[in-house]
């Protein structure tokens, strides 16, 4: 049964991977913990006082990392505006 969840492999220096053997016990710690994140990232949260509506907690995570993304680049941008450089 696969998961989806990628089990953790170290890089060495020539960019190969290798895959860590895990005991059974650990690689099925890690398959059951990947399961529950999946249906808590799937729950759905009613937003509407705050005027979002109803959206799952993967979705409003998302919205603010990369609304918090966005607005740090726009702020660099700024930054960089007023010392005279370009964007």
Known sequence: ???GFPLPAIL????QHITL???KDTRNVLRAT???MREDLA???DLTSFG????TIGTLLNRM???HIDNMTGEISVLKGL???KG
């Not at 060495?12 to 960019?15: I, K, L, Q």
């Not at 979002?52 to 959206?55: A, C, K, R, Y």
Request: no cysteine; hydrophobic share 40%; aromatic share 0%.
């Open 1 to 3: 049964m696969k998961s």
């Open 21 to 23: 053997p895990l005991k």
């Open 34 to 36: 990947a399961r529950k």
């Open 43 to 45: 729950r759905v949260l």
């Open 52 to 55: 979002l509506g109803q959206m």
């Open 65 to 67: 990392v990369l609304g």
């Open 12 to 15: 060495h220096s020539e960019g």
């Open 83 to 85: 010392q005279g450089a």
